[in-house]
């Protein structure tokens, strides 16, 4: 009788508001320590079959993008399917695209944050990591894109003996500044984050070298008052920092679109649309990988259908968002009375790669559409298999942008037809091993749940019952 007392007091306790719970079972701060610290301490004998499994296909997956890479610096970019009218091909489409999903660990970690929102908690830390991954992912194709990429530091302002300084004027340098700032701050703001629970695994360390190692990660960290005042003042100025980063890179990426004349790009409502679809397509990632790995690890407890709901419902207005951009195209294109912009229109509608079109309609407007229902935000195959839907949707868009915008410019004589070469998908596809990878390792050596904040969820909500009851 007292355990039925107890399991219906902490149901009652988690789920303060009335939207669900956001931890479910029974839980104290040890269990809580142990669910997710005990992790990256699994000896080799216990560690589940589905990591190595996992890590050795993705490992796999990742030598095309070594095998592509090689074969680039060997020959040049002329084994990719670029021609005259698509000078911009797969290595803008796949950049945009990782870039885009970088965004939504930002968007949770920082303005969630700033915005008081404790269902955050459980997917931070796990988004924080998967945006540093898919932004080194981005950063490769734009390095390789160059055809040099030994000369890239000259896009950099450094003083030099040939005095060749950067066109300060491109977007495409502003995208240099922008992406290395982005990628910096989510490293200190990821790091940041990540120091009382490093201290932990430090305690808890048996042997010596995980111990020197998580010893040196965590900076000193011993817990006292102190350091939790300027822990919270430091994590409290980066999410600043961060939260105009969220709407400034993805703008800049648009503004690589929409400063050129060409039919389809010029238009001032790219930046907006750009950042719309990043969340979009970051919350779908984070929803890919979180629902498998958090019934696999078997903390699915801490990853409820209250984030599901929520998330999903953030992914439903990015979607609106995106519809809108879609219909403003359209209507720009037909109001503008420019017979070229008119044209491009037609072009998407029954032209030659129109599939690409009306597949990311599909994919990114009918499909997710399906989330209005309480239902399927919160079942989990059913949310998983949305999510699939919008990453290719927004990959789609991408292409539809780059090249139905490309392939048939002003002049008919110089239009051609393009797609991309093996090397093309082989090194798309082998960023995403190298991603996979990234994911894998990080999850085996740090807590892919942050610890400490679980752990001041549950003394928020237990000491919010305890107000009740008085």
Request: one cysteine or more; aromatic letters at 18%; proline letters at 4%.
């Amino acid at each position: 009788m007292a355990d039925l007392l107890e399991d219906e007091v902490f149901e009652r306790v988690v789920d303060v508001d009335g939207q669900g719970p956001l931890i479910e079972g029974q839980n104290d701060l040890a269990s809580i320590d142990h669910d997710i610290g005990h992790i990256p301490f699994m000896s080799l004998k216990n560690t589940p079959k589905f990591w190595y499994g996992g890590t050795f296909i993705a490992f796999c997956v990742m030598q095309l993008l070594f095998l592509a890479i090689t074969v680039l610096l060997w020959k040049g970019t002329g084994i990719w399917g670029l021609n005259v009218p698509v000078a911009w091909g797969f290595a803008i489409i796949n950049f945009v695209w990782w870039i885009g999903i970088g965004h939504a660990g930002t968007l949770i970690s920082a303005i969630l944050f700033l915005l008081k929102q404790d269902w955050r908690m459980s997917i931070a830390r796990f988004s924080e990591a998967m945006t540093l991954f898919a932004v080194a992912c981005a950063g490769l194709f734009p390095l390789f894109h160059v055809g040099r990429p030994w000369l890239a530091w000259w896009l950099f302002p450094i003083p030099n003996t040939f005095g060749m300084w950067p066109q300060f004027r491109s977007p495409l340098l502003w995208d240099v500044f922008a992406v290395s700032t982005y990628a910096t701050v989510s490293v200190l703001f990821w790091y940041t984050g990540l120091i009382p629970d490093v201290a932990s695994l430090r305690d808890r360390a048996n042997k010596k070298i995980p111990k020197f190692i998580y010893g040196v990660m965590a900076l000193g960290w011993r817990g006292s008052a102190r350091h939790w005042h300027r822990y919270e003042i430091a994590y409290l100025l980066l999410a600043g920092i961060s939260t105009p980063l969220v709407v400034s890179v993805h703008s800049i990426v648009s503004l690589d679109f929409a400063v050129s004349v060409v039919p389809g790009w010029h238009t001032t409502i790219f930046p907006p649309y750009f950042v719309a679809g990043a969340i979009y397509a970051g919350f779908a990632m984070v929803l890919t990988i979180m629902i498998p790995v958090a019934k696999l690890y078997k903390v699915e407890h801490f990853f409820t259908k209250r984030h599901m709901n929520n998330m999903s419902k953030v992914m439903l207005v990015a979607g609106l968002v995106v519809a809108y951009g879609y219909l403003m195209e359209v209507f720009f294109g037909y109001y503008s009375g420019n017979e070229y912009e008119r044209y491009m229109i037609m072009n998407r509608f029954s032209g030659p790669y129109n599939w690409g079109y009306w597949a990311l309609i599909l994919c990114n407007i009918a499909v997710p559409m399906a989330l209005w229902s309480y239902k399927v935000r919160t079942s989990v195959w059913a949310c998983w298999i949305v999510c699939q839907f919008i990453s290719v949707g927004m990959w789609l868009e991408r292409f539809v942008i780059v090249v139905m915008s490309l392939h048939r410019e002003f002049l008919p004589s110089s239009w051609d037809a393009y797609m991309g070469t093996k090397w093309d998908w082989m090194m798309y596809i082998g960023t995403m091993g190298f991603f996979c990878v990234l994911c894998f390792l990080f999850m085996r050596t740090l807590p892919m749940i942050a610890i400490f904040e679980i752990k001041e969820l549950h003394h928020k909500t237990n000491h919010h019952h305890d107000l009740d009851d008085h």
